[in-house]
């Protein structure tokens, strides 16, 4: 379990390497769900609809959920995002940069779902088989509008008894598969043609800027970061004091039984110093509640001159 919780924390890091390498499985991820995955088309005009959009865009939405999740910055954005103003003011400028970027990582998979999903066709087929003008299709012009709806709806199923030898089935696949594939393909290539622009037009804005907001976010991570690794090895030397406290205030007791005490001060050198002078639980909530509400200002000129 320990090891499991190290890799875990590893991947939550803010490493942009990690974070783009988390993206790209969940992509993988994305199109081999879609490989595995039974498609069935309930072939019903009233379920038809539903069940094709809803395995076209349900997946990305917990995909899109599962990106924000692993991301470590969503939830120091949102921290940053929610705190109180305190001594250090808050750049909406970082927060907004923040954001972008923990929606352009969490938007990669859910992404290449549609887009997979779209070059094959069997969604839109399913969803919109029962939308096409029978006027178009020779099979379907001589039908009554409801036995039109009923035989446009089992289009999808070809192994069903009313559409196995209607010809005109696969013209209205071909048909739809064709205008999901369209849709697939314009797609991708709105997307590309979109990162290739702000790939490129990305010189024209204010570098300056950007570059600070990037530092500033890194920061606040890094912050958070050592923040809890500090307050995990205060933790750890306090639990440590309190514990040898209880057994020293045990002595009498422990003897009866012959077990041996540690000699009074054995291993706990440095500790006070590493303390800083937290003794109680109610100055820890103190400082804690104080870190909160008033995070120091973002200058340590102060501290260089002492």
């Not at 199109?31 to 069940?51: E, G, H, I, R, W």
């Not at 923040?98 to 859910?110: F, G, L, N």
């Not at 299709?137 to 509008?145: C, D, E, K, L, R």
Request: charged share 20%; glycine share 4%.
């Amino acid at each position: 379990m320990d090891r499991f919780r190290m890799i875990f924390q590893y991947f939550q890091s803010n490493s942009e390497s990690v974070m783009n390498g988390i993206c790209g499985l969940l992509a993988l991820v994305s199109v081999k769900m879609y490989t595995c995955f039974d498609f069935s088309c309930p072939c019903l005009p009233q379920y038809n609809m539903a069940y094709g959009l809803g395995i076209m865009f349900v997946p990305p939405v917990a995909l899109f959920l599962c990106g924000l999740i692993l991301n470590r910055q969503s939830l120091v954005m949102l921290e940053e995002w929610r705190r109180p103003q305190g001594r250090r003011k808050k750049d909406l400028a970082v927060i907004r940069y923040m954001c972008s970027s923990i929606m352009q990582r969490a938007m990669v998979a859910p992404v290449v779902w549609i887009i997979v999903t779209l070059l094959d066709g069997k969604c839109l087929i399913c969803a919109f088989s029962g939308s096409v003008d029978p006027e178009k299709f020779v099979g379907f012009a001589n039908a009554s509008p409801v036995q039109a709806q009923q035989l446009l709806a089992k289009v999808p199923c070809k192994d069903d008894e009313l559409m196995r030898n209607n010809t005109s089935r696969k013209a209205v696949s071909r048909y739809l598969r064709c205008w999901s594939q369209a849709l697939g393909w314009s797609m991708l290539l709105i997307l590309i043609i979109a990162a290739f622009l702000a790939r490129w037009l990305r010189p024209c804005f204010n570098q300056a800027t950007l570059l600070q907001a990037r530092h500033w976010s890194n920061y606040i991570d890094i912050e958070q970061k050592i923040f809890e690794e500090t307050c995990c090895e205060h933790s750890r030397l306090f639990a440590h004091k309190c514990i040898l406290h209880f057994f020293e205030s045990m002595r009498q007791e422990i003897k009866l039984h012959n077990f041996s005490l540690p000699r009074e001060g054995e291993g706990a050198e440095g500790e006070e110093d590493l303390l800083r002078g937290i003794t109680d639980q109610d100055q820890v909530n103190k400082l804690l509640k104080m870190w909160y509400y008033e995070k120091p200002p973002l200058d340590v000129s102060q501290v260089t001159q002492r």
